[in-house]
């Protein structure tokens, strides 16, 4: 086996290794594939909005509610007062789980686009 | 604490990472190996050498000493840096990982088509990685410091020696088993420690000298713009980090980026509870160290504080460690993918090249580090993120979701995002910490959306330019690809 010197980043990565070939659709650029890419872009950037800004919002609420919320400063569980455990182990499943359910979404979403070529 | 156990540490870590790397070279034999290696990986040690990279100086040793300072305003930087995967998940990981392209400039170069632009993604790629160095180098001087009390730049010289001889080497080709090792290693050596401290006190029935919701400095509660300032910093700024994008070439394909990502916020979460209890109980039990300015050292100090005697010690050892592997590791990583980019673009990609600009890559910010003084290591580490997200994030984004994007609003918007960022950096430099309004040391929340809104501008006005090849880049970005095993 020949000995090649590895000295940085491939620049021409055209393919990635082992990645199978594209449905025909793609490749050709007919009318319909380009129809399908642009509305599979358009529902994987819509996901990713609608999560991004429920997690914002999420996040806000709490933020919000550890300032005004009444009672919040004098709130102890075990000893702990409220908004450390809030910011300090609460916030995280929730991030946890909106990572999760974007991940089952954006794979129906690339379910559905498979399914949209192949039919054809 | 004994000098001695902190040099032992120190040197124990630098010679496994040392000896990881020149060994791995004989482990990887063919390029197939060193491109390809990885995709046996399962997503499991992927997602761990993901956070042992992410995991630097700032999260080890910044958050504990900062929520010790700041107390629940600091809480914000840990949900920041997890959060900012969110994002990461959301708006980049699996169309980057289908881009193909290795490195943020070669993205760049092949959605925009042009050559210019590349260069100004790399000055940007190599600025970053700098500054990213610079805190990691500080925290080394601050340990060796405290444990050992040998002089501040022994430390930093020491992390750069240790990393230029295994990159330039050659070594470091078993990365991904290093990085992954490392995350554990961080792991154990804060969780240990201070699940040992939190034992010891609860038998001695130790009472807290201090309240927990009182900051010791007596330092006030930071402002809303500083908590949504940070959090657009810290959001955006973590899908721009050069070492952690190369990462995520590891993975197969796009749905196993994704479910890498998924993991890493696992094991983010899980590691930032440690910091957070060790600034806890440093509020509680130690508060006399925010005053005598060794917050960041509190993770260090803790456990021959509360335990003492040979326990303490032994604890005391392990963390050294965890926090020298915490320097190496980022700065090896961040050293590697800046000497990709230093050696392409400069030196034409030759071997003495990639040594040459592994060398350059390390020697310049360690420069940076003797000169400048240890600041609060989360705050500084914070501004880098704000310069990230300021720079290459609106490329990213932009290039990956709008079609519209072209080379000249790129780079409009690069250049924009740099001279506000970097400008409010060095204004707030030079006026001094506590001097510096608030507008100016945490300038993300108007950097940001400038730089956004200048790419976007410069694009709608250069439409002519959008390069011919945006549709195949585009579908190349974001069509799945087929499942091995539902092909017909």
Not at chain 1, 100 to 111: F, H, I
Not at chain 2, 62 to 71: D, H, T
Request: a positive charge.
């Amino acid at each position: 086996m020949t000995r090649v010197r590895v000295t940085g980043p491939r620049q021409s990565a055209t393919a990635a290794p082992g990645r199978s070939p594209y449905p025909r659709e793609v490749t050709e650029d007919s009318d319909s594939g380009r129809i399908f890419i642009r509305s599979l872009i358009r529902s994987q950037l819509r996901l990713a909005l609608v999560v991004a800004c429920g997690f914002l919002i999420i996040l806000a609420v709490f933020a919000v509610f550890l300032v005004y919320g009444p009672g919040v400063a004098e709130t102890r569980i075990f000893g702990i007062p409220l908004d450390w455990l809030v910011l300090g182990v609460g916030i995280y499943p929730v991030i946890g789980l909106s990572a999760w359910l974007y991940n089952r979404a954006a794979a129906r979403n690339e379910a559905r686009y498979r399914d949209l070529v192949e039919d054809k | 604490m004994n000098p001695a156990v902190g040099l032992f540490a120190f040197l124990a870590v630098s010679l496994a990472t040392a000896v990881i790397g020149f060994y791995g070279l004989r482990i990887s034999r063919t390029t197939g190996d060193f491109y390809v290696a990885s995709r046996t990986v399962p997503p499991w040690w992927n997602a761990s050498a993901i956070g042992g990279e992410y995991l630097s100086a700032a999260s080890f040793l910044g958050v504990a000493g900062l929520i010790l300072l700041s107390g629940t305003d600091a809480l914000w930087f840990p949900v920041g840096y997890t959060a900012g995967y969110l994002m990461l998940l959301l708006f980049v990981a699996a169309p980057l990982r289908r881009s193909g392209a290795y490195t943020i400039p070669d993205f760049t170069e092949a959605r925009l088509d042009s050559k210019l632009v590349r260069r100004v993604t790399s000055l940007m790629v190599v600025a970053v990685g700098w500054l990213y160095i610079v805190p990691q180098l500080h925290g080394a001087a601050l340990a060796i410091r405290i444990t050992t009390g040998l002089p501040s730049w022994v430390g930093s010289t020491a992390v750069v020696v240790v990393v230029c001889l295994t990159v330039a080497a050659g070594g470091m080709r078993s990365i991904t088993f290093v990085q992954a090792f490392q995350y554990w290693l961080k792991l154990t050596a804060l969780a240990v420690p201070v699940v040992f401290v939190l034992l010891v006190l609860a038998s001695n029935g130790t009472q807290p000298q201090a309240p927990l919701p009182v900051n010791p400095t007596g330092q006030g509660a930071a402002g809303a713009y500083q908590h949504i300032s940070l959090l657009v910093a810290l959001l955006f700024g973590t899908l721009g980090l050069p070492h952690v994008l190369v990462r995520f070439y590891t993975n197969p394909d796009g749905q196993s980026a994704r479910r890498t990502t998924l993991i890493v916020l696992g094991l983010l979460s899980v590691f930032y509870l440690f910091p957070t209890l060790s600034g806890a109980l440093g509020r509680m039990f130690a508060p006399e160290l925010a005053q005598s300015g060794q917050a960041d050292a509190l993770v260090l100090l803790l456990p021959g504080k509360l335990v003492g005697g040979l326990a303490g010690d032994l604890l005391s050892a392990l963390v050294v460690a965890g926090a020298f592997a915490a320097f190496l590791s980022t700065t090896c990583g961040l050293v590697v993918s800046l000497s990709g980019v230093i050696s392409q673009d400069l030196f034409g990609g030759s071997v003495r090249g990639f040594r040459l600009a592994a060398v350059l890559a390390a020697v310049v910010p360690l420069g940076f580090a003797l000169m400048t003084d240890t600041l609060a290591l989360a705050g500084s580490v914070g501004l880098v993120f704000a310069f990230t997200a300021s720079t290459i994030c609106p490329l990213l984004l932009l290039g990956i979701w709008w079609r519209g994007l072209t080379d000249a609003g790129a780079i409009a918007g690069m250049l924009t995002g740099a001279f506000l960022c970097g400008g409010a950096m060095v204004a707030g430099t030079l006026m001094g910490p506590g001097n510096a309004p608030v507008w100016l040391a945490q300038p993300a929340a108007w950097s940001v959306p400038a730089a956004f809104a200048a790419t976007v501008t410069v694009s709608m006005m250069t439409k002519n330019r959008v390069p011919a090849s945006v549709n195949r880049v585009m579908s190349r970005l974001h069509v799945p690809e087929r499942p091995v095993a539902t092909e017909r």
